[in-house]
Structures are given as structure tokens and as C-alpha cells.
């Protein structure tokens, strides 16, 4: 896929709406249009990668800073077990279709608000 039919790479550009919640320069997060939990934002790279299949070997800082991102983002909800041993929330990458990837710009799902299961289906 192209980057300018990329619908991550147009949330990023502010061509199609999305609702904020965390950017910088290499980072931006907004919150899923169709949550599946009480909160759930998706973490991406401003940087077009369609999956972690893509990542280089000079991603792997990038990728890390969305780790810490996505960290920073659960302790601010207060979803942090680090704040509360009882509270705790999950990040979730699909990898492909096969996985249950639709959109192919590499991102983070952080979901918080609820009880998880194991396996997810
Ligand atoms: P995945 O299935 O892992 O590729 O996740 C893609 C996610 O993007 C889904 O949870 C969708 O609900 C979400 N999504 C698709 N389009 C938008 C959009 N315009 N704004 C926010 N989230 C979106
Ligand atoms: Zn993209």
C-alpha cells in the first residue's frame, strides 16, 4: 500500500479526524474509533511501517519509545499495576491478516477498563 492511501498516515497528518490523546515527534496516539474495551487507543509510529514484519534494524529504538509511550498513557488513565497491583491493561500488536491486522500501518493497541481473558480469540 501506498503511505498516501494510508489511513494511520492521513490520522497523523490531521487529514482525517482522530481523537488525541498523546504526540510527539516520532509518536502519535488517538483513541480506536470502534472500542472494544472502556478505553482503547492505538499507539502508532508517524513513520510508515505496515507491521513489525517491516521494522529495520533502526526501528528498534522507535519501537521501544512506543513501549514507554504506551506506558506513560496507562499510568496517566491510572490503568497501571505500578500505581495499583490490582489494576492492569493489555498492548496488542496484530501481525498480519492472518493475525487479525486490517490496517497496515504498524500499531499498539493499549486496552484498559476491564477484566482480560486468555487466550484472546
Ligand atoms: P487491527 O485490526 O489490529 O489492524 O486494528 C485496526 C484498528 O483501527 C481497529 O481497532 C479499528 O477500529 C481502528 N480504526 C480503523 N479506522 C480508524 C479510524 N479512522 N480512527 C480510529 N481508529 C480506527
Ligand atoms: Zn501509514
Same mark, same amino acid.
Given at each position: 500500500?501506498?503511505?498516501?492511501?494510508?489511513?494511520?498516515?492521513?490520522?497523523?497528518?490531521?487529514?482525517?479526524?482522530?481523537?488525541?490523546?498523546? *504526540?510527539?515527534?516520532?509518536?502519535? /496516539?488517538?483513541?480506536?474509533?470502534?472500542?472494544?474495551?472502556?478505553?482503547?487507543?492505538?499507539?502508532?509510529?508517524?513513520?510508515?511501517?505496515?507491521?513489525?514484519?517491516?521494522? *529495520? *534494524?533502526?526501528?528498534? *529504538?522507535?519501537?521501544?519509545?512506543?513501549?514507554?509511550?504506551?506506558?506513560?498513557?496507562?499510568?496517566?488513565?491510572?490503568?497501571?499495576? /505500578?500505581?495499583?497491583?490490582?489494576?492492569?491493561?493489555?498492548?496488542?500488536?496484530?501481525?498480519?491478516?492472518?493475525?487479525?491486522?486490517?490496517?497496515?500501518?504498524?500499531?499498539?493497541?493499549?486496552?484498559?477498563?476491564?477484566?482480560?481473558?486468555?487466550?484472546?480469540?
Amino acid at each position: 500500500m501506498r503511505m498516501a492511501d494510508c489511513i494511520f498516515c492521513k490520522i497523523i497528518k490531521g487529514e482525517i479526524p482522530s481523537q488525541k490523546v498523546y *504526540e510527539d515527534d516520532k509518536v502519535y /496516539a488517538f483513541h480506536d474509533i470502534n472500542p472494544v474495551a472502556p478505553t482503547h487507543i492505538l499507539i502508532v509510529p508517524k513513520k510508515h511501517l505496515a507491521g513489525v514484519y517491516e521494522l *529495520e *534494524e533502526g526501528d528498534r *529504538e522507535l519501537m521501544g519509545h512506543i513501549f514507554y509511550v504506551a506506558r506513560k498513557i496507562a499510568e496517566d488513565l491510572g490503568f497501571s499495576p /505500578a500505581q495499583d497491583p490490582t489494576r492492569g491493561y493489555r498492548l496488542v500488536v496484530n501481525s498480519g491478516s492472518q493475525a487479525g491486522q486490517t490496517v497496515f500501518h504498524l500499531h499498539v493497541h493499549l486496552l484498559g477498563g476491564r477484566e482480560m481473558t486468555w487466550p484472546p480469540g
